[in-house]
Every structure is written in C-alpha cells, then in structure tokens.
C-alpha cells in the first residue's frame, strides 16, 4: 500500500516561515489533505486537494505538491501554531486513507 | 456536529461497538470514516463507508474484525469492533468526508471515543 512519509519535528521560531514536508512516491499526482492537531483536540483541516483552504483558516496556511514531495507551508509563524501536523491522501489502488505519521511543530 | 459513543475498557477477544451520531449537515449525502490514534501516537484511518452504504473500506490492521455500518434513517455511523486486541487501544474518531464516495479529505471530525483493550 502506498506510504507518505513526514519528518518528526520542526522547529521554527515567531515570525519565521515552517515548512512541513510529505513525501510519496509521485506524490503530486494526488490530491494531499493537512491536518493540525492540539494536544487534547480533534484533527482540524488547514488545508485540502493539495493547495485550497478552508473558510476560517489564515492565509498563513498554504500548500504545494509537485513530484515526489507535498509541503505545508505556515508564514509568520505564530506559538498559537505549535502542534501536529498530518498529511493525508487517498491510496486508490487498495482503497484505503492513508496518513503520513505526523511533524510536531515546535515554536522557539 | 458529530458525537462518538460507546468506547470503555474490553478484554482482549472481547467486542464493542462505537456509535457516531450526526447533525447539522444532511448525513445521508456524505462518506464517513472512523479513524483512530492509539496514546502519544499519529492518527490511523480504519475505516469508511459510502454515502448510501453501499461500500465500504478498511485498513488492514482491522480487515475481517471490525465492520463499518450506518443508519441514514438516525444519521447514525456505527463500528462493530470483534477479536479486540491490546494494540486496538486507541481513541476513535469519527469523521465526515467531504464527499459522496470515501476518498477524498475530511472537514468534520468528533471529539473521540477511548476503547481501552486490556485484562
């Protein structure tokens, strides 16, 4: 089944530019979903199809995908930010959801 | 708004059966996951179902024990979890897809329901 790969950690400090990779194979071929999650709560969708955001999330949050490699890219990076980030695509071949295995966005 | 029930404490072969009950979006238009994240760890898809119910998906982990249903009529989502084991202690989320069919993003999720697989 195919494998989306994450680093562990980023560490960025206030103000800087984090960014976040997921990495597949031809990964940009596929549509790539973002997810942020606080210690405590519920995932929360930051960004979908590879690039789009929803309604109420900053336009901070921004995503790319081409080749072998999706980003998340988080500008002027706020503590408010600090949390988990998931990467997340549709495998067609085995019809299953498949989750890169997560960054902890640290904020210095 | 989507609210998991039924987790608690199960011994190994033991079974649950968590249920997600659905409101404020018309339920019966959308796919729905469950997915899962054990203690400290990332989060895990384990299942999902079509709109109409028609079909459904699962990890490999879970393939031949749990089985994803819903109920349009109660806009219900259900997980019957059968032969549990200690490496299914994880709390559930339940999560509404953006689309009809399963395979794209999810925009909703619940706040979770803790299984706890122990003896």
């Known amino acids: 089944s195919y494998v989306v790969s994450q680093p562990p950690s980023v560490s960025v400090a206030p103000g800087q530019t984090a960014r976040i990779t997921c990495g597949g194979n031809?990964?940009?071929?596929?549509?790539v979903h973002w997810y942020q999650q606080h210690p405590g709560q519920a995932p929360l969708l930051v960004i979908f199809?590879?690039?789009d955001r929803p309604s109420g999330i900053p336009e901070r949050f921004s995503g790319s995908s081409s080749g072998n490699t999706a980003t998340l890219t988080i500008s002027r990076v706020e503590a408010g930010d600090e949390a988990d980030y998931f990467c997340?695509?549709?495998?067609?071949?085995?019809?299953?959801?498949?989750f890169g295995g997560g960054t902890k966005l640290t904020v210095l | 708004q989507l609210l998991e029930s039924g987790g608690g404490l199960v011994q190994p072969g033991g079974s649950l059966r968590l249920s997600c009950a659905a409101s404020?979006?018309?339920?019966?238009?959308?796919?729905m996951s469950w997915v899962r994240q054990a203690p400290g760890k990332g989060l895990k898809w384990v299942s999902g179902?079509?709109?109409?119910?028609?079909?459904?998906y699962y990890a490999d982990s879970v393939k031949g024990r749990f089985t994803i249903s819903r109920d349009n009529s109660k806009n219900t989502l259900y997980l019957e979890m059968n032969s549990l084991r200690a490496e299914d202690t994880a709390l559930y989320y339940c999560?509404?897809?953006?689309?009809?069919?399963?395979?794209?993003?999810?925009?909703?999720w619940g706040q979770g329901s803790l299984v706890t697989v122990s003896a």
């Open positions: 997340q695509v549709w495998d067609s071949s085995s019809e299953q959801q498949v």
């Open positions: 404020g979006f018309t339920f019966s238009n959308y796919a």
């Open positions: 031809n990964i940009g071929f596929i549509s």
């Open positions: 999560a509404k897809d953006s689309r009809p069919y399963g395979s794209s993003y999810l925009d909703y």
């Open positions: 179902i079509s709109d109409s119910g028609e079909r459904t």
């Open positions: 199809d590879d690039s």
